[in-house]
């Protein structure tokens, strides 16, 4: 008789002591990926519709960071001392080292902010510079049909008027003149 051997189906302690230390190291870069949104959000003013859609999207990532480490290291067994682990990290993270980010973000935002002035008051200043030529281009194209709309004072239409008034004594002296192909037909 043959014994089949089972895959190992179960954990020792120490394997699932080690998960759960896995799990509270991912709660760390959760923490670091929110103080980078919080960051961003100090930056830029968000009203709560753009901040809802961050909040969903952090949660979409960190779910996805915890399906790769369970994937990986969890047999793809799902536990809950991965999310207990999970938030404590984040909550360790949150209170140490990201508490002293957030106090000093001010400072950190500086250079940051100040660059961004920078490049909207740059964007400012190209703007008015394009607003002001498109306006010399609107100004120049609406006077081109003002004048093509008030035809009398313009010199090829007074020539115009000139010819219908002349328009037998040119048509005499046309008559007399040949043009290209007659003068080469007469050779």
């Known amino acids: 008789m043959v014994l089949q051997v089972a895959p190992e189906t179960f954990r020792t302690v120490d394997e699932e002591l080690l998960l759960f230390f896995g799990a ?58 991965y999310l207990v682990g999970c938030f404590l990290g984040f909550m360790a993270y949150y209170y140490t080292l990201g508490a002293i980010i957030m106090r000093f973000s001010d400072i950190l935002l500086m250079p940051v902010h100040w660059f961004w002035h920078k490049i909207i008051w740059i964007c400012g200043k190209l703007k008015h510079c394009f607003v002001k030529y498109a306006q010399k281009l609107h100004f120049a194209k609406k006077n081109s049909q003002n004048d093509l709309q008030n035809p009398p004072h313009k010199v090829y239409n007074n020539n115009a008027n000139q010819n ?24």
Do not use: W
């Open 24 to 81: 509270i190291l991912l709660g760390i870069p959760a923490g670091i990926i929110f103080d980078i949104t919080r960051l961003f959000r100090k930056l830029l003013k968000h009203n709560m519709i753009l901040v809802a859609l961050e909040d969903i999207l952090y949660f979409i990532l960190i779910s996805f960071l915890m399906l790769c480490y369970i994937s990986a290291f969890g047999r793809g067994e799902f536990r809950i001392y």
């Open 164 to 187: 219908s008034k002349t328009g037998a004594k040119n048509s005499k002296k046309k008559k007399g003149r040949l043009h290209g192909k007659q003068k080469k037909n007469k050779i």
